[in-house]
């Protein structure tokens, strides 16, 4: 079993910066795919980014250059460096891990954290 839990969620201007991270714990984490989700109102959830443990990243074009996903096994963190945030990244973001298929569906991920606000202004 393993267990998410996010932070570093918040209100940030258009144009500006976020890094949100993801606490890990449980005994599959180091082996574990790692990727970030969000929601926004009256939306599905969306893939984001994910990692492996070797360091494989992989985007949604959508936020291509503009956000970064990377992974401290040592420390069972996952974090997502936003950048140059938009008024459309405003989201509850998701950590999840254990993908079971493609990357892109949240049904084939087994775990979920509980999510993190983040809102961009205009």
């Known amino acids: 079993q393993v267990q998410l839990v996010e932070s570093g969620g918040g209100l940030v201007q258009a144009g500006g910066s976020l890094r949100l991270s993801c606490a890990a714990s449980?005994?599959?984490?180091?082996?574990?795919?790692m990727g970030w989700f969000r929601q926004a109102p009256g939306k599905e959830r969306e893939f984001v980014a994910a990692v492996r443990s070797g360091g494989y990243t992989y985007y949604a074009d959508s936020v291509k250059g503009r956000i970064t996903i990377s992974r401290d096994n040592a420390k069972n963190m996952v974090y997502l460096q936003m950048n140059s945030l938009k008024p459309e990244d405003t989201a509850v973001y998701y950590c999840a891990a254990g993908s079971r298929g493609s990357y892109f569906d949240p049904a084939t991920w087994a775990y979920w954290g509980q999510g993190t606000q983040v809102t961009v202004s205009s």
């Open positions: 449980g005994r599959t984490f180091s082996s574990d795919v």
